[in-house]
C-alpha cells in the first residue's frame, strides 16, 4: 500500500520536472535546423548550447568572453560550469517545461556537470543523434561561413578541430546513452525536409505528438 503511493507520488512529480531531449551530432549535421523546425510543430523551447555561448561571449562586461572565443576558435569544449548555467538560464526563462538542448552534452565534463546539478531537475526523455558524413558536414559548415555566418569556427582549420574533439569527446557520450537506450539515431544526409519526416517519427513514436502553436 505504501509502495503504491510512493510510486503514485514519484511518478506525478516525475511528471512536473520540465522535459528535456539532447541533440547531437558532427558540426553541420543539421541540429540547429532540425531543432528549428521541432519547435515549430511541437511544444518545445530550443536552446542551442553554442549560441548561448556565442551570445555570454558577446555580452558587455561578461568574464568568459575572451575565454569561450578561443575555445570556440580551436574546437574545444568550453567548461561546465559556464555552458550549464547558462542552459539553465535560459530554461526558467522561458517558463515552459520541454527543451531541445542543441549541441549538450559534447564531453565527459558537460555530462558530468551536468548530471551532477540538472539531471534531478530534469528529465531526460532521449537523445536524438544526426548521423552525417564528415565530407557533408565540412561542406555544409563552409557553406555557412560562406553565406556569411559570422562564425569564427566556420573555417577548414577550426573545423578540423571540431572534428577531433566531436570523435574523440563527443561520441563517447553518445555510445553512453546508447547504452542506456536512450539514443535515437537519425541519418541527416537527405535534405532537410526528408530528415525532419524521420524526426517527427521519433516524436510521434514518443507519444509527444500533439502540434502546437
Ligand atoms: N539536410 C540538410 N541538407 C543540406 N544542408 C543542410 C541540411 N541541414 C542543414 N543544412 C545546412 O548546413 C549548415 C549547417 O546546418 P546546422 O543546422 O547549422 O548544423 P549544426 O547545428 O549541426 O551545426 C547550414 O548552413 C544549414 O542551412
Ligand atoms: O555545449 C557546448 C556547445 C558548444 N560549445 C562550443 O561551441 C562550438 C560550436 O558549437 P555549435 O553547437 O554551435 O556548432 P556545431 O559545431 O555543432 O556546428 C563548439 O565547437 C564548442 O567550441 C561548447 O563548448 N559547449
Redesign the pocket.
Same mark, same amino acid.
Given at each position: 500500500m505504501l509502495s503504491r503511493s510512493f510510486r503514485l507520488l514519484s511518478g506525478y512529480l516525475n511528471r512536473m520536472l520540465p522535459e528535456v531531449v539532447f541533440v547531437l *551530432?558532427?558540426?553541420?549535421? *543539421?541540429?540547429?535546423?532540425?531543432?528549428s523546425f521541432i519547435s515549430k510543430e511541437y511544444d518545445f523551447v530550443h536552446l542551442?548550447a *553554442?549560441d548561448l555561448l556565442r551570445e555570454e561571449r558577446q555580452r558587455p562586461g561578461s568574464e568568459y568572453g575572451e575565454m569561450i572565443e578561443e575555445k570556440i576558435r580551436n574546437g574545444e569544449i568550453v567548461p561546465v560550469e559556464v555552458t550549464c548555467s547558462l542552459i539553465h538560464k535560459a530554461m526558467q526563462k522561458s517558463g515552459k517545461m520541454r527543451f531541445l538542448i542543441?549541441?549538450f552534452p559534447r564531453n565527459k565534463d558537460n555530462l558530468d556537470g551536468w548530471n551532477r546539478v540538472m539531471s534531478d531537475k530534469t528529465k531526460l526523455l532521449f537523445v536524438i543523434f544526426?548521423e552525417c558524413s564528415r565530407d557533408?558536414?565540412t561542406g555544409?559548415?563552409l557553406?555557412?561561413g560562406a553565406?556569411g555566418?559570422g562564425r569564427s569556427d566556420d573555417n577548414l582549420e577550426s573545423l578540423q578541430k571540431r572534428f577531433n574533439t566531436y570523435l574523440n569527446d563527443t561520441m563517447p557520450i553518445i555510445e553512453h546513452y546508447e547504452q542506456m537506450g536512450l539514443v535515437r539515431r537519425i541519418n541527416?544526409?537527405?535534405?532537410?525536409e526528408?530528415?525532419f519526416k524521420n524526426v517527427k517519427k521519433v516524436f510521434n513514436t514518443a507519444g509527444l505528438n500533439g502540434l502546437v502553436n
Open positions: *551530432g558532427a558540426p553541420g549535421a *543539421g541540429k540547429g535546423t532540425q531543432c542551442s *553554442g542543441d549541441g544526426f557533408l558536414c555544409r559548415c557553406g555557412r553565406a555566418s541527416s544526409e537527405a535534405a532537410p526528408e530528415v
